[in-house]
């Protein structure tokens, strides 16, 4: 299988009936008849919280230190910038 070059937990594959496309994160599959449907699928997964299930993101990295420093609860900026890490370096450390 083949990573989504835009969503690095997304795997996919071409076989005779199009594509099929796996969510690493949450297990989600999708058979499409064309990239674009690949494309959509990554769309919809790409909030994920972490890149990586056996791993800890960059941006779960920066979002525990916060934490540890008192700064309050995330905000949505924050968990967009936790997301866009993540998106980054998937793999900074195992849980």
Do not use: Y
Request: glycine share 12%.
């Amino acid at each position: 299988m083949n990573r989504h070059p835009q969503v690095q937990w997304i795997l996919w594959q071409a076989t005779t009936q199009g594509f099929v496309a796996r969510c690493q994160a949450c297990g989600a599959t999708v058979t499409a008849g064309t990239p674009g449907g690949i494309d959509a699928f990554a769309s919809a997964h790409q909030e994920h919280r972490s890149a990586a299930p056996g791993h800890f993101g960059l941006g779960d990295a920066v979002a525990a230190a916060t934490k540890a420093i008192g700064a309050g609860a995330p905000c949505q900026p924050c968990e967009k910038r936790r997301a866009e890490l993540n998106g980054l370096f998937p793999r900074v450390w195992r849980r």
